[in-house]
């Protein structure tokens, strides 16, 4: 089918939601047991990691791993928000910096100011957004940022989600002094995320089955195979090792001059889609097919394209001496390796 579909559904007994353009899954949200990105607790200061410049946290769900705690003192309670999903046997990763997101504004409790998304462009519309800013965050003294989904959305129903953050803001941050460690927000789950996420207009299908009718099922079982079909004959494997996400680009029958920048070029183009839709973050290397190195540049500024338009933070490293590309992503996706059908 044409267009934007928005699949609501569950698998494995979780929530999960699709995203499909055109007919081809283009994201993928799933929810697993462990805790969401996103979530908030009232931590305690348990021990610290010298060398790392981090501590040991305790929470209602395990330990947890904190980074730049200067001045934190064993027992202390503090809040802190999960990042992402932790490595395998690893603490959860967490942050102190608060976030309070949601479909078009985001609360920054410690890091004052109204903010417009710099994607908006429209003179008139900023100032429009900046007024209802104003109006609903007063002098909190809180931060506020307008998301780009703002741009076109009624000023009702943006001033509503202000007043939710807001709210939710101020009742989490009052909550900080205690003993004992404890959850006080969940993170979104996959239906919460999609409505937050996939703001372009779109047909919503919440029907059981939904992924099933819609051949989610069948996109979710081809991605569990590393090997992803290029166009022009090419492939590319995408595989997760204990260290590292491993990308190896071929080119298939292909042996023409010109086969190895345009088999790296078609690879650059669907790599943010692949590491989304398997869930996989961290260090990611790419091993090109050949080609020589005056190509390198127009690889990358269609590498940086492709992730530009990614919701998910990348950080595009740079060359390797042996020719790899790397890449830094945040996990904070479950893998799909780890969800069972």
């Known amino acids: 089918m044409k267009g934007r579909l928005i699949a609501l559904d569950h698998l494995n007994g979780h929530e999960a ?28 200061a348990d021990r610290p990691v010298k060398g790392q410049g981090g501590m040991f946290l305790r929470t209602p769900d395990g330990p947890a791993f904190l980074r730049q705690v200067k001045g934190l003192a064993p027992g202390q309670p503090l809040l802190v928000q999960v990042t992402g999903y932790p490595e395998p046997g690893k603490a959860l990763p967490v942050t102190s910096k608060l976030l309070f997101k949601s479909r078009y504004a985001i609360v920054t409790p410690e890091a004052p100011g109204l903010n417009v998304s710099r994607s908006i462009c429209d003179d008139d519309r900023r100032d429009a957004l900046l007024a209802v800013a ?73 029907g059981h089955g939904s992924f099933a009718s819609h051949a989610v099922l069948d996109a979710i079982d081809e991605l569990r195979v590393p090997d992803s079909p290029l166009p022009g004959g090419a492939s590319m494997a995408v595989e997760r090792t204990r260290a590292l996400v491993a990308v190896d ?15 790296n070029m078609a690879a650059a183009r669907d790599l943010p889609r692949q590491l989304r839709l398997r869930g996989l973050g961290g260090q990611v290397v790419i091993d090109l097919a050949p080609m020589p190195k005056k190509e390198r540049r127009q ?28 890449l830094q992503r945040k996990r904070d996706r479950i893998a799909l390796s780890e969800v069972t059908t």
Do not use: Q
């Open 17 to 44: 939601a699709a995203l499909l353009v055109d007919g081809r899954l283009e994201d993928l949200f799933l929810d697993s047991d462990a805790p969401r990105p996103g979530a908030i607790y009232r931590a305690i």
């Open 134 to 206: 104003h109006a609903e965050m007063g002098e909190a003294g809180m931060g506020l940022i307008l998301r780009s989904s703002c741009a076109e959305a009624p000023e009702d129903e943006i001033a509503e989600d202000i007043r939710a953050m807001h709210a939710l803001a101020l009742a989490v941050t009052g909550d900080a002094a205690g003993a004992t460690p404890e959850k006080l927000t969940e993170g979104d789950g996959p239906h919460a995320l999609a409505w937050r996420e996939w703001t372009a207009p779109a047909e919503i299908d919440t």
């Open 249 to 263: 680009v071929n080119t298939g029958g292909d042996t023409s001059p010109a086969a190895g920048l345009k088999a």
């Open 299 to 326: 690889f990358e500024i269609t590498l940086r394209a492709a992730f530009r338009a990614d919701i998910v933070e990348t950080a595009l490293v740079g060359w390797t001496p042996l020719g790899h590309f790397e």
